[in-house]
């Protein structure tokens, strides 16, 4: 059976940083693509980064670039994302998940991901 867990939400102010991790069971992060969603209340789930199975690839939203940064431990199994100089408008459920795909043209889109974590909250206060 396959877990994605994710962890590290919280409260942080706007500038600041803050890392969220997920940690997979029944899976090998290696041998899939991961990717980093977002989800508020009203809107569609947003897509926010993605590293690709091969590890050569990593695409990231052009309202994150330079902001964010997505790592994989395989040792640990774990995908870790590193948001810096966070904005009220990154406030949002975060959420990882797994792809068996490979392209950045298909990573964008939630529905070619198999497997999904229950997300963590991210707050940025203003």
């Known amino acids: 059976q396959v877990q994605l867990v994710e962890s590290g939400g919280g409260l942080v102010q706007a500038g600041g940083s803050l890392s969220v991790s997920c940690a997979a069971s029944?899976?090998?992060?290696?041998?899939?693509?991961m990717g980093w969603f977002r989800h508020t209340p009203g809107k569609e789930r947003e897509f926010v980064v993605a590293?690709?199975?091969?590890?050569?690839?990593?695409y990231y939203h052009d309202s994150v670039k330079g902001r964010f940064t997505i790592s994989r431990d395989n040792a640990k199994n774990t995908i870790a994302l590193q948001m810096t100089s966070l904005k009220p408008e990154d406030t949002a459920v975060y959420y990882c998940?797994?792809?068996?795909?490979?392209?950045?043209?298909?990573?964008?889109?939630?529905?070619?991901?198999?497997?999904w974590g229950q997300g963590t909250q991210v707050t940025v206060s203003s």
């Open positions: 998940a797994a792809s068996t795909l490979g392209s950045n043209i298909f990573l964008k889109y939630p529905a070619n991901y198999a497997y």
């Open positions: 029944g899976l090998t992060v290696s041998s899939y693509s």
């Open positions: 590293i690709a199975w091969s590890g050569a690839g990593r």
